[in-house]
Each structure stands twice: as structure tokens, then as C-alpha cells.
């Protein structure tokens, strides 16, 4: 019979081991997290010269809605009613055939804009992004960290429909 | 009556344990799908999302793969227990604060709602104390090993 002390000081050596090898495996992804540098996505990099939207970081999408770019939800308007970005406009990428006229009317395709979504594995804003510089819109970019870094950021967040 | 006995508290393990390998191996393979799963529930700050995706399929598999091959049986099933007691907890939490998510508990395509994955971690849970109540009576070591 072990005493309990022996067991669970072997079953914390267990998930201590565990994860030392996730993380030692993952130690990229970890850093560049920690650091706000997540790896761009692979269909960025693999596309040379293409006209593609370009990720930003936090700091940038501050900047860039301070100097007048156009903050993009790409989440779907019950999301969007939940909590977005302040002057954000909802243009959720499962409605952009319906809702794409009236936003060109309101955005001209000089402006900058910044798309985003739920950040993570959360590929909208940049599908988004694509449509858009499809559409006749220059400077498109991705803020990858999406709605969750800058909530977590303790950046102000507005809620309420469009 | 033995005999019975001692074939269920195996396949209880066995079972348990090939869940844990299972459910590990998943998440291992696509760690940045996780971590937007983990960030779903909404509990960490940004990047603790990443570093609880990349450790916790890996703890989920080591714990699985000692069941499997019977070592060190008790702490694995403990911290199997605990961790089950962990997934409930934070589960509850989901359902306390009307979250509409999926559990990821099985990577992304398994498509459970928190609360059936709540009953399930239930069972695996009833499983796993089952497994660590058992476990003297079927497997005894030769020696001792020495108290500390």
C-alpha cells in the first residue's frame, strides 16, 4: 500500500512531464503567442506576390483605428451585438453577398480596413480579407489576435446590434 | 466472482486509459485548433490558451498510455480523476454563463454540447475511482515498496 502523499506526488510528476513534452514540442507556437507574433498563416506565405491582407498585431490596430481605419466583424451579428471592437462595422463573412453592397456605399476603397474574428484557428477575417480586395479594396489587413486578444487586453469593448 | 471481477476492473482500465490516449492524440495533433476551442470557454487571458493547448493533449496521453500498459496505475488514475474533476468544473462554469460552445474535448469535429459532455466526463470520472478503489486488490506487488 503507497501512502496517498506518494501517489499524488507521482500523479503530479505525471502532468508535470506531460506537459513539460506539449510544451516543449509546441515551443514555438508558445512563444510566438507569448510574444504577439503568431505565425502567419501558411496560405499567407505559400502565395508569393499575391495580393493578399496582411496581418497586424494589437498595437497596430490601435494605431490604425486612431488614424482613421476601418475596423471590420467579420463574426456573425450575434456576436457582433455580444461585444466588438468600438466603430467596428458588422459585415459577417457568412452575409458579405447581402450586406457587400451597403458597405461599399458607406466604406470607399481608398480606406484601410482591418477585418476580424474570434482570432485563434478562426479563418474569417482573412477570408474576409480576400473578398474584399477582390472587391476593389486596396489595403486590407488581418488582426489575427481577433475579438478575444483585445477583450483580454482590457481594451474597451461596446456591445448592441449595428 | 473473482474472476469477473478482475476481467471489468481490467477492461475499465483498458477503456479508460484508450479514451485518454484517444482523446490526447486528437488535440496533439492540431494544438492551434485547440487553442481557439480552449478560448472559446472564455476563461484565460490571450496566450494561456496556446500553453494549456499544447500541455494538456500530452498530459491527457501520458495518463492514458500508463493505464494501457498498467504502470504506476494509481497515479494515473488519480490525476485522470482529477482532471475529469477539472473538465467538470470548468464545464458547469460554461453552463452557468449560457456559453453556446462546442467541447472540443474530442478535437473539432466531434460537435458535443457542454452538457453531454458533462455526463460523459460523469462516467469517466465514476470510471476512474472505480479503477482507483480496485486497484490493491488485483494487482499486488511481490514487495512493497518502501514508505517514505
Redesign the interface.
Known amino acids: 500500500m503507497k501512502s496517498l502523499q506518494r501517489i499524488l506526488f507521482e500523479a503530479v510528476l505525471i502532468a508535470a512531464l506531460g506537459a513539460a513534452i506539449g510544451l516543449a514540442v509546441n515551443h514555438r507556437l508558445i512563444s510566438d503567442a507569448f510574444t504577439g507574433k503568431l505565425a502567419v498563416p501558411a496560405a499567407v506565405t505559400s502565395v508569393p506576390g499575391a495580393l493578399l491582407p496582411q496581418p497586424v498585431l494589437l498595437a497596430e490596430v490601435r494605431e490604425l483605428a486612431n488614424s482613421g481605419a476601418v475596423l471590420i466583424d467579420a463574426r456573425d451579428f450575434a456576436q457582433y451585438a455580444d461585444g466588438h471592437l468600438p466603430g467596428a462595422l458588422s459585415l459577417p463573412l457568412g452575409e458579405v453577398e447581402a450586406q457587400l453592397a451597403g458597405f461599399r456605399q458607406k466604406v470607399e476603397t481608398g480606406k484601410t480596413l482591418v477585418a476580424y474574428c474570434n482570432g485563434y484557428g478562426c479563418p474569417d477575417s482573412f477570408d474576409l480579407g480576400m473578398l474584399l480586395l477582390k472587391d476593389g479594396y486596396r489595403d486590407v489587413r488581418v488582426f489575427e489576435g481577433g475579438f478575444p486578444e483585445w477583450r483580454d487586453a482590457g481594451l474597451p469593448v461596446v456591445k448592441g446590434a449595428r | 466472482m473473482k474472476r469477473t471481477g478482475r476481467i471489468s476492473y481490467h477492461l475499465c482500465r483498458l477503456l479508460l486509459g484508450g479514451v485518454f490516449v484517444w482523446a490526447g492524440a486528437i488535440k496533439?495533433l492540431d494544438?492551434?485548433?485547440f487553442?481557439?476551442q480552449v478560448?472559446?470557454y472564455?476563461l484565460l487571458?490571450?496566450?494561456w490558451?496556446?500553453?494549456v493547448a499544447?500541455?494538456?493533449?500530452?498530459?491527457?496521453?501520458?495518463?492514458g498510455i500508463?493505464l494501457l500498459i498498467n504502470i504506476?496505475i494509481?497515479?494515473?488514475t488519480?490525476?485522470v480523476g482529477?482532471l475529469n474533476a477539472v473538465f467538470i468544473v470548468v464545464l458547469l462554469s460554461v453552463l452557468a454563463r449560457g456559453l453556446n460552445i462546442d467541447c472540443g474535448c474530442f478535437g473539432?469535429d466531434a460537435g458535443t454540447t457542454p452538457l453531454q459532455a458533462l455526463g460523459r466526463d460523469a462516467v469517466l470520472l465514476a470510471l476512474a475511482v472505480a479503477i482507483y478503489r480496485q486497484q490493491?486488490r488485483y494487482v499486488r506487488s511481490p514487495v512493497?515498496?518502501p514508505?517514505?
Open positions: 496533439a494544438v492551434p485548433v487553442a481557439g478560448a472559446a472564455q487571458p490571450y496566450a490558451n496556446y500553453a499544447a500541455a494538456l493533449p500530452y498530459v491527457e496521453l501520458l495518463a500508463l504506476r494509481k497515479p494515473a488519480l490525476l482529477l473539432p490493491d512493497s515498496p514508505e517514505d
